[in-house]
Structures are given as C-alpha cells and as structure tokens.
C-alpha cells in the first residue's frame, strides 16, 4: 500500500473519532504524563493491520515507542502480545479505538481469508477476492487478503476486461464470440467472461479470452469444464465464482479449477477481538 494512503486513511479515521478534541483525556490527563500499554488478541486469528497501529499512535505523538511483536500474515494466539507501545499518556488513549478498529477489521479479513487458503491445501487453486469491498477501503482489505495468502482479483474496472450477463444481455444479438472478439481488437487487456452453464462454456472454449468465470455452476459441471478444456489443451484460466463457502469449497478446489473468488473474504468477515491493556 502506498505511504500516502495509509497516512489519509489514518488521518480522517481520527478526524471521525475525536473531533473536536478528546475532551475526557484532555482534562484529566497530564500533558507530560508517560505510559505503557499493550495490544492483545483476544481470539486466534491472524494479523494484519500493525503498521496501521503503528501509524495512528505515530500521528498523535511522534515520539510514541511501538514495538511489533506480530507481523501481517502471522497467526496468533489468544492472549498473545501483538504490540507493546509506550510514550505519552494521552495519544495512547486518544488513538486506541482507531488503532484498535483498524487491526481488528484487518486482522478478520486476514483470519477469514487464511481459513478458506488452509481449506483447499494441497489443491493448486488460488483463493480470490472481489470488488465486493468497502468503498473507499479497497486498498486495505486486498492488503489483509494477500497477507493471508489469497491473491486480488481485478482491483478496479480499468485493470481487466470482463463480460458479465449483463453486458451479454446489454449486446443484444450479438454472440459472445463476436463481443469477445471486438474487445480483443480494441483493446490490449487480459479478458474475462463469466458464463452460467456448459453451453455458454463450450461456446467460448476456443475463443481468445483468457480466463472463463464459471459462476454459480455446481462442483460436477466445474469438474465437468476443466475436463473439456484440459482436453482441448486450452490456455484459458477457469475461475469458480458463487454461492462458495468454507463448507464447500474444497469441493471445489478438487475440480482442478485455477481459481476461487469469494466475495465473502471481504463482505462478510467478522473482526478479530482485539483489546489494549495499559500495563
């Protein structure tokens, strides 16, 4: 992730929580007055987030002593130490929730996408994510995403061409092959086209796009399609895509399709509990 966005991010997270001023440390607290805290897991996850933490403390008071005991991308225990921080009193109670927000959403999406990497071992599949993020955070949460283990999909409409159903229904008569072709002559992109059974499948099997989204089709038809195009020793990438859970998608890695997008690594993970204890 770029400097620059990390430290926006940080900034208008901060601007929302305090506000005016943190008006219950700011009358009660010390301006000189030095403290010691500690960021603990208070669930096994895996963290992401750190230098996030790191930052807001920072941005309060540079003279704030973060010491990581955790990397992105490891797993932890509960009650293990993440961070030890110590320095002005006030910038650590001021900045606890924001640095605690930031790791915990983070470190849920790391967790939940660790758990779908571990499910599909030993299969040659790449668990994926989507553009099923929050706006304006797409940066952070492909960054727990990789951290984890998963790899990003495309990261905005400008990255890669793809043909959903809408725009097959938005094209009228025209057949996919001819879509798939225009695009192939106007543009030099990497294409993908999503189709909903076998038929639209094999329509396009020797066509130049190069990944195929096999959406909401069941493992047999997926293993069905990977059959086919190892078959015709065809370069194109496969990619199941809905309705994937963790309850099935080992299901699905055992096709031998090259990739598994979940919306769900990012729409509808869980935060990692997390808490910071003054020692």
């Known amino acids: 992730m770029k400097p620059a966005y990390v430290q926006t991010i940080v900034q208008l997270a901060l601007a929302e929580d305090i506000g005016q001023g943190d008006i219950t440390t700011d009358n009660l607290i010390p301006l000189n007055s030095k403290s010691k805290a500690r960021l603990i897991a208070k669930a096994e996850g895996v963290i992401c987030g750190v230098n996030l933490a790191r930052r807001v403390f920072k941005s309060l008071n540079p003279k704030i002593i973060f010491r990581a005991r955790l990397r992105d991308g490891q797993a932890v225990r509960r009650g293990r130490t993440i961070a030890e921080i110590s320095g002005s009193t006030r910038a650590l109670l001021t900045g606890e929730r924001v640095a605690i927000n930031l790791l915990s959403f983070l470190s849920g999406i790391a967790t939940q996408t660790s758990l779908y990497v571990n499910k599909i071992k030993p299969y040659k599949a790449a668990i994926m994510d989507t553009r099923k993020t929050t706006p304006l955070l797409r940066q952070l949460e492909r960054y727990a995403v990789r951290s984890a283990g998963g790899v ?9 061409m793809m043909i959903k159903d ?27 086209v999503e189709v909903d059974d076998l038929k639209q499948f094999k329509e396009i099997l020797n066509s130049k796009a ?33 309705g994937i859970t963790l309850k099935n998608v080992r299901q699905y890695a055992a096709t031998g399709v090259d990739r598994i997008s979940v919306g769900a690594l990012t729409h509808s993970r869980q935060v990692l509990d997390i808490s910071m204890e003054f020692v």
Do not use: W, Y
């Open 152 to 160: 990003n999909h495309r990261f905005n409409l400008n990255d890669m």
């Open 166 to 192: 809408n725009h097959r229904v938005s094209c009228g008569e025209q057949g996919m092959n001819e879509i798939i072709r225009i695009l192939k002559k106007k543009i030099k992109a990497k294409l993908e």
């Open 210 to 242: 190069d990944i195929i989204l096999l959406d909401n089709m069941t493992p047999r038809q997926i293993a069905k399609a990977v059959q086919l195009r190892n078959q015709a020793k065809s370069p194109i990438l496969l990619e199941a895509s809905g």
